[in-house]
């Protein structure tokens, strides 16, 4: 599992470094820019890859809160075959389901990707290929909770099937990307890994806050699974969170990119 969180990791680098800003400019100057109630910063909670201790440890603490969550499911993932009322219930009662594809494909021809299995390699894949899974992995999610508006996590950061960039042709069937904003200077996004410390989590978000309007965290295994962070760390990083209500405004990323366009289009 370790060379897997690696690689995961070096994906969000890449997904950063190569990500095209195709919406407009988030500038921090944008004049007349307000989050809900005088937050001064949007904290988006995100979780990838459809794991179990996601359902036992990252729900459970993010309701104590009654705090919004982003879970960015791989619907081929065994958490999902075997715990699908779970995330039908989690959905209902507010949390996000992005689009995280069915088989996260990734590129088997970059460093340290040996876990990509021929079947999934987006290097073998075409674009056309692509955009049907992420078009079937959108049915599937509209089956599971009812929505009609997505946002999607770039598996590995990839945006490359079979040398040609598919993101740019599904872009259009989601309210947001994951990252895109990063790009434009308006949000910061963190994947913590190995991490039991939660001052760590904490300060990143202190120090962020500083200059940033948006910070995303995005997690993978909370008190297990992989990348993870521990349990502890986690509360206490909501639990923070909860303290400074009046200074951040946690919510699921959908409703923080949503807000944006309704700010951007009043504004502008
Ligand atoms: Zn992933």
């Excluded at 990791?9 to 195709?22: I, K, P, S, Y």
């Excluded at 899974?133 to 929505?147: I, K, P, R, S």
């Amino acid at each position: 599992m370790f060379l897997m969180e690696m690689i995961e990791r070096l994906g969000f680098f890449l997904l950063l470094m190569m990500v095209v800003v195709a919406t407009p400019a988030l500038a921090q100057s944008d004049e007349g820019f307000a989050w809900p109630e005088g937050a001064q910063v949007a904290i988006s909670l995100s979780y990838d890859d459809a794991l179990h201790s996601q359902l036992d440890h990252a729900i459970p603490a993010l309701d104590e809160h009654a705090f919004k969550g982003s879970f960015y499911l791989t619907l081929s993932a065994e958490a999902i075959r075997t715990r699908m009322e779970e995330w039908r219930a989690a959905a209902a009662n507010g949390h996000e389901l992005g689009n995280h594809t069915i088989y996260h494909p990734c590129r088997a021809s970059l460093p340290n990707r040996e876990w990509v299995i021929p079947e999934h390699d987006l290097d073998q894949f075409s674009v056309l290929h692509m955009q049907e899974e992420v078009v079937t992995a959108n049915t599937f999610l509209h089956a599971l909770d009812g929505e009609t508006e997505r946002t999607f996590t770039v598996p590995c950061g990839d945006m490359l099937a079979g040398g040609e960039n598919y993101v740019v042709t599904v872009e259009s069937l989601f309210v947001a990307l994951k990252g895109q904003e990063v790009a434009s200077g308006f949000a910061s996004l963190w994947a913590p890994a190995d991490v039991s410390d939660g001052a760590a989590l904490i300060n990143y978000v202190e120090e962020q806050a500083q200059s940033k309007k948006l910070i995303n965290l995005l997690f993978h295994g909370v008190g297990g699974d992989y990348l993870s962070v521990s349990d502890d760390a986690h509360r206490m990083l909501l639990q923070y969170l909860a303290d400074n209500r009046d200074r951040y405004w946690v919510d699921s990323y959908i409703n923080i990119m949503k807000h944006v366009a309704a700010q951007r289009a009043t504004t502008h």
